[in-house]
């Protein structure tokens, strides 16, 4: 079982950045992709991005794409999601997870870490 800590959430205003952090440990961190998804009170988890080796193994959803950034930082064992012009929609608890494959289904993923809290104001 692979432990994930996501940190940077936050109220913010809408138009606003944020970048959220995922901690995960070195071995985890050469093996799986790890993915941003997000969910909102009374809906379901929604797939946000997912990054797997170099910036070249990346997928973000349409929702969120040219706003949305997810990178890595090897060197801390460190995966971010870079968020910008954020909107009220945005507002939600933003989960990072891991799984063997790059894929956007949550159903693939195996390890999770227990969110990280994101409002927009409007």
């Known amino acids: 079982q692979e432990q994930l800590v996501e940190s940077g959430g936050g109220v913010v205003r809408a138009g606003g950045s944020l970048t959220l952090s995922c901690a995960i440990n070195?071995?985890?961190?050469?093996?799986?992709?790890i993915a941003w998804f997000r969910q909102a009170p009374g809906k379901q988890r929604e797939f946000v991005g997912t990054n797997r080796g170099s910036g070249a193994n990346s997928v973000i959803a349409d929702a969120v794409k040219g706003r949305f950034t997810i990178s890595r930082d090897s060197a801390k064992n460190m995966v971010y999601l870079e968020m910008n012009n954020l909107t009220p929609e945005d507002t939600a608890r933003y989960f990072c997870?891991?799984?063997?494959?790059?894929?956007?289904?949550?159903?693939?993923?195996?390890?999770w870490g227990r969110g990280t809290q994101v409002t927009v104001s409007s």
């Open positions: 070195r071995r985890a961190f050469n093996t799986y992709a």
């Open positions: 997870a891991a799984a063997p494959i790059l894929s956007s289904q949550p159903q693939h993923y195996l390890n």
